[in-house]
């Protein structure tokens, strides 16, 4: 029953917090369009406070989507020290497998991330 309250309280508060976040948002916008654009892009005229809010909302859907929200948090914590984990109780021979494994799939992103120790050429040395 405690959970309940917590998270009636907690619902309590973010939706005025929201609210007030989104309208601010929208003001700040609205003066950022009106203070700038019309002077330094002809053609472009003055917008109101919904117009504002329609910009917001609408790069909110092109450019943020409408993901989960956190990206994560614990969860990829969690997920982070799972895979420590493995790699850290891994054999180098299959640290090796897993490395050449990802190599493959990733392509050459996965070489320009490679640590400058895991080169052949310092291999080569010995």
């Known amino acids: 029953m405690k959970k309940m309250d917590h998270r009636i309280k907690k619902g309590v508060l973010f939706v005025p917090i929201f609210i007030g976040g989104l309208f601010l948002f929208t003001w700040i916008v609205m003066l950022l369009w009106n203070g700038i654009l019309p002077g330094v892009i002809t053609g472009v005229k003055a917008i109101g406070f919904f117009q504002a809010m329609g910009i917001l909302v609408l790069s909110k859907i092109l450019f943020g989507g409408f993901g989960k929200g956190h990206r994560g948090g614990w969860r990829n914590r969690e997920k982070w020290m799972e895979m420590k984990e493995k790699f850290s109780g891994m054999t180098p021979e299959e640290r090796e497998k897993f490395k050449s494994e990802w190599r493959s799939k990733c392509g050459s992103r996965w070489a320009m991330r490679q640590n400058p120790q895991d080169?052949?050429?310092?291999?080569?040395?010995g």
Request: proline share 14%; net charge negative; hydrophobic share 30%.
């Open 119 to 125: 080169s052949p050429t310092d291999t080569a040395a």
